[in-house]
C-alpha cells in the first residue's frame, strides 16, 4: 500500500472511529434506539434457535482474549525463528497497540453492557474486546499472507480470514454480549491501527540492513544469503576471461603479425614460429619454441656464421655423395653436417 493510500485509508477510520466514539459518549438518541432495536432482535433470533445460539458461542470463542494472544505470541516467535524481524516487530506493535487504545477508549467511555446478555461477560462495552483483537489479526495476517499468495489461494486465505473476523463481531450481538455500535467502533479501530503500523514497518525495512521482509543477509525467506560468483563483462581480473573462468594459455595466430626477426609470439613465456616466407634470423636459423632452434625453411635461407654452410652447398654434396643426406641442426653448431662430409669422403677414396 502506497503512502498515501495509507495516510488516507487511516485518517477517514481514525475520523468515523473519534466520531463513532462522541455520538456513544454523548448519548445519541438515534444511536441509542439504533442499538436497542438491533439488540432486542438478536435476543429473540437466539432464544428462539438453539442451534444458531450454540454456533454463535463456538465462534465467539475463537476470538477470545486468550486464543488471540497465543496466536499473535506463536506468530511472532515464528517471524523470528524465520528472521522476519520487521514483520515480528509490526505484529507487536498492531497488536499491543490494539489492546492498549481500546483498554483507554473503553475506560474513558464507560458504556455498560446490554442487559439480557446470553453469554458470560464482564466490564465495560465500547469497543467490544474480541472483536478488536479478531479483526486486527485477520488484518495482520492478509498483510503478511498477500504477497506471498496469487490467484485463488490469496482469495480463498483473505476471504477466510476477513469472514472470520465478521463472524467474531456479529456472534458479539447475536449474544447480546455488546451493543451493535461496540462491534462497529471495534472495525473502526482495528483497521486504523494496523494500517498506522505499516508505516512503522516500512521504516524500520528501511531503518534496517534488509528491506526485504527478512533476514539482512538472508533472501527475505528466512534463509542465509549465497554470494555468487560476479561474472562481469568483458573484465579481465587476474587473467581471467570475463566469463568467471580462468585464462587458458593457448596460442595466438596474429594475422600477419612478425615480431623481431619474423616469429609469431603467443602468450607470455611461448613462442611460436613466424608464419611469413623466407624470414631470417640473424644467425641464419628460424627459431621454433624457447630452448630449441630449427633450420631455415624459407627459400635461399642461408646459414650464418655460426654454422658456415648453407643449403646450395648441403645439395651439392649430396649429389656427389650419390643421395642426399638429411641434415638436422641442434643448437647452432654444424653437427647435423657431419653425416653429408663422411659420405663425401668416402666416395673420393
Do not use: C, K, Y
Not at 82 to 107: E, K, P, Q, T, Y
Amino acid at each position: 500500500m502506497s503512502g498515501r493510500r495509507v495516510l488516507i485509508t487511516a485518517g477517514v477510520s481514525a475520523v468515523l472511529f473519534t466520531a463513532l466514539t462522541a455520538l456513544v459518549v454523548a448519548r445519541n438518541g438515534p444511536l441509542l434506539t439504533f442499538d436497542a432495536t438491533v439488540s432486542s432482535a438478536a435476543w429473540r433470533a437466539a432464544v428462539g434457535h438453539p442451534a444458531w445460539r450454540w454456533l454463535m458461542t463456538v465462534v465467539t470463542n475463537t476470538g477470545g482474549p486468550a486464543v488471540v494472544t497465543v496466536a499473535a505470541v506463536a506468530a511472532v516467535a515464528v517471524l523470528l525463528e524465520f528472521r522476519r524481524w520487521r514483520d515480528a516487530v509490526f505484529v507487536a506493535v498492531a497488536m499491543l497497540g490494539a489492546a492498549g487504545i481500546r483498554l483507554i477508549v473503553l475506560n474513558a467511555v464507560g458504556r455498560m453492557r446490554p442487559v439480557d446478555r446470553l453469554a458470560p461477560a464482564a466490564g465495560f462495552s465500547f469497543p467490544s474486546g474480541h472483536t478488536t483483537g479478531s479483526a486486527t489479526a485477520a488484518l495482520i495476517a492478509i498483510t503478511l499472507l498477500w504477497p506471498l499468495l496469487r490467484g485463488l489461494r490469496r482469495v480463498v486465505v483473505v476471504g477466510a480470514a476477513g469472514l472470520w473476523a465478521v463472524a467474531v463481531g456479529v456472534s458479539r450481538v447475536a449474544l447480546v454480549v455488546h451493543w451493535p455500535t461496540d462491534v462497529l467502533g471495534a472495525w473502526l479501530l482495528a483497521v486504523t491501527v494496523v494500517v498506522l503500523a505499516l508505516p512503522v514497518r516500512g521504516a524500520l525495512g528501511r531503518a534496517g540492513p534488509g528491506t526485504s521482509g527478512g533476514d539482512e543477509s538472508g533472501d527475505g525467506r528466512g534463509r542465509p544469503g549465497r554470494s555468487e560468483p560476479v561474472a562481469p563483462d568483458g573484465d579481465e581480473s587476474g587473467g581471467g576471461d570475463g566469463r568467471g573462468r580462468p585464462a587458458s594459455s593457448e596460442p595466438v595466430a596474429p594475422a600477419g603479425g612478425e615480431f623481431d626477426g619474423g616469429e609469431s609470439r603467443g602468450p607470455i613465456g611461448r613462442s611460436e614460429p613466424g608464419p611469413g616466407d623466407g624470414d631470417e634470423l640473424g644467425g641464419g636459423e628460424r627459431r621454433g619454441p624457447v630452448g630449441r632452434s630449427e633450420p631455415g625453411a624459407g627459400d635461399g635461407d642461408e646459414l650464418g656464421g655460426g654454422d658456415g654452410r648453407g643449403r646450395a652447398e648441403r645439395d651439392e654434396q649430396g649429389e656427389q655423395a650419390g643421395e642426399a643426406a638429411p641434415v638436422r641442426s641442434g643448437s647452432g653448431t654444424g653437427q647435423g653436417l657431419h653425416t653429408a662430409d663422411d659420405g663425401a669422403a668416402a666416395d673420393r677414396e
